[in-house]
């Protein structure tokens, strides 16, 4: 399957499908390293967290990913961590960065938590090394 383009950021607050009770959702896949391919939603909840050190802080985003209704199981493992996450049309939605654990089962994530892809590509721009990256390249 080829990916191309980002989830934009209004998907992220406003997601434009519905699940089975009609709530606001975006179906997401991923094939990861441990698991394999697995489908989930993800919500309009995010959250933003922050690791400091020194005088500084290092500032991410993170989005929930569930199983959906139709696909039970786990979204990811330890394992997955840096897997790409896209969307039902294609699009790259983000990367696996961490997940919260059942203490009866630790080996499988209740929830995943994805770095949205534009929160990176934002990232990026503000650096020098990588201002012009994107994600659909063109030989020239």
């Not at 499908?17 to 896949?29: E, H, K, P, Q, T």
């Not at 697995?38 to 933003?48: M, Q």
């Not at 569930?66 to 996450?85: E, L, N, R, W, Y």
């Amino acid at each position: 399957m080829k990916l191309q383009d980002q989830v934009p950021e209004c998907d992220l607050t406003k997601p434009p499908m519905l699940d089975a009770n009609g709530d606001s959702c975006l179906v997401v896949f991923k094939n990861g390293g441990k698991t394999g391919m697995t489908i989930g939603w993800a919500n309009n909840v995010s959250s933003y967290s922050r690791k400091y050190f020194a005088d500084q802080h290092q500032e991410s985003r993170e989005w929930p990913i569930i199983t959906t209704d139709k696909h039970p199981g786990k979204f990811s493992a330890k394992g997955d961590s840096g897997s790409c996450v896209a969307d039902a049309f294609n699009r790259i939605a983000g990367i696996i960065n961490s997940g919260t654990f059942n203490p009866n089962d630790t080996d499988f994530a209740d929830i995943t938590y994805v770095t949205p892809i534009s929160f990176i590509m934002k990232a990026l721009h503000n650096t020098k090394r990588f201002a012009h990256a994107h994600l659909n390249p063109a030989l020239a």
